[in-house]
């Protein structure tokens, strides 16, 4: 079997009301925009493979995305170990894709779901963390009390801004609905370690499952610190890339909660890698969401459902989407999704939406 076709698209779709406008520290943004990537074989096999668009308002070169074609063409994509391998020089950002692509195939190929060739059905559902962005305090109260109409156990709020704005946001949420809500906060590496350390005792009182990388990347040293100075529990996304950079997380006991996510570290093996080693530790793994669209939610499912690491609610705002490019999307009932059991990804993607949603190339 060899790959004779790739394509790819870009494309943007609308979010909406309670995730829109979503506000981080260093953006607001209203849709979602992602790099679609469709890989098709000599035997009429179809993968798909989803990553986010890049940040800032960048996008992918010309360059970037001729080269796919030129790697890929000719090659077995059931050989995923090797093509990953070779991709690392590259970056992980656009492997990620690929490699979610190549296990479609993989999974059609075999007539089994995903989750079957990661290890096997674990749990048939996985739990969700509803995310909200910075928002005016009484938003922020009514949203809360929405996520748990919804049956959401779980919330995740941005932050960094200002370390009074984000006591204010988990006072309001205690006051709002008390315990209903296991809360997290992200400053998305705001602060300083001296504010991060006067910040999570100052948030001691609200109970948080874990205050999400508040300071730069590479403190780790920092971070193992603060530990010690606080209850408050300390966690790790941006941090989380190579298998190295978390074995040595782990080994200076830099963080309770780790968030692996496909594009920073290169895909679905390496998370799953990352989880493992993470569980050999003791310490749990939250698959990191980057507003996702349907290909990439039923990546994390079949991720999830094959990890028993993945022990806590997973980061979602598929939810709020107003559209997808699937032809079912995924139907979320009190904060949790099933996990599909069709082959490979185990969803069909429309083309129709795609041409839809897409926009122009760099």
């Known amino acids: 079997m060899k790959i004779t076709g790739?394509?790819?698209?870009?494309v943007e779709i609308p979010q909406k009301y309670p995730i829109a406008p979503y506000q981080s520290r260093y953006r607001s943004s209203s849709k979602k925009d992602a790099l679609l990537i469709r890989l098709e074989t000599d035997d009429g096999i179809v993968g798909w493979?989803?990553?986010p668009q890049r940040y800032f308002g960048e996008r992918w070169s010309k360059v970037e995305l001729g080269?796919?074609?030129?790697?890929l063409l000719g090659r077995d994509p059931t050989a995923i170990s090797a093509m990953a391998v070779e991709w690392q020089l590259d970056g992980a950002h656009l492997q990620s894709a690929v490699e979610m692509a190549l296990w479609d195939i993989l999974g059609k190929v075999c007539k089994?779901?995903?989750?079957?060739?990661?290890?096997?059905?674990y749990r048939e559902e996985v739990e969700l963390a509803c995310c909200m962005g910075i928002r005016p305090v009484a938003e922020v109260r009514e949203i809360a009390k929405l996520y748990v109409e919804k049956g959401f156990g779980t919330l995740k709020i941005k932050a960094g801004r200002d370390p009074e704005e984000d006591l204010a946001a988990a006072r309001t949420i205690r006051d709002a609905v008390g315990d209903q809500l296991q809360l997290r906060i992200d400053p998305n590496t705001g602060y300083t370690p001296d504010v991060c350390l006067q910040l999570a005792r100052d948030l001691e009182p609200y109970n948080l499952q874990y205050f999400e990388q508040p300071m730069a990347a590479d403190l780790l040293e920092d971070s193992a610190r603060i530990r010690g100075l606080t209850s408050t529990p300390l966690a790790l996304n941006e941090s989380v890339t190579t298998i190295e950079q978390v074995r040595k997380i782990l080994e200076l006991k830099a963080a309770a909660v780790l968030l692996p996510d496909t594009y920073q570290c290169g895909g679905l093996w390496a998370c799953k890698l990352i989880s493992d080693l993470s569980g050999s530790a003791g310490v749990p793994c939250v698959m990191h969401c980057s507003h996702d669209l349907g290909l990439k939610t039923a990546a994390m499912l079949h991720l999830v459902a094959a990890s028993p690491n993945f022990s806590m609610a997973n980061d979602c705002t598929y939810f709020g989407l107003d559209d997808d490019i699937i032809d079912e999307p995924f139907q979320i009932q009190q904060g949790k999704l099933k996990v599909p059991h069709g082959h490979g990804l185990g969803i069909k993607v429309d083309l129709k939406k795609v041409r839809k949603y897409q926009v122009p190339g760099p």
């Open 67 to 71: 080269q796919l074609a030129d790697k």
């Open 49 to 51: 493979g989803e990553t």
């Open 6 to 10: 790739v394509e790819t698209f870009l």
């Open 112 to 121: 089994q779901p995903l989750y079957r060739l990661l290890g096997g059905l």
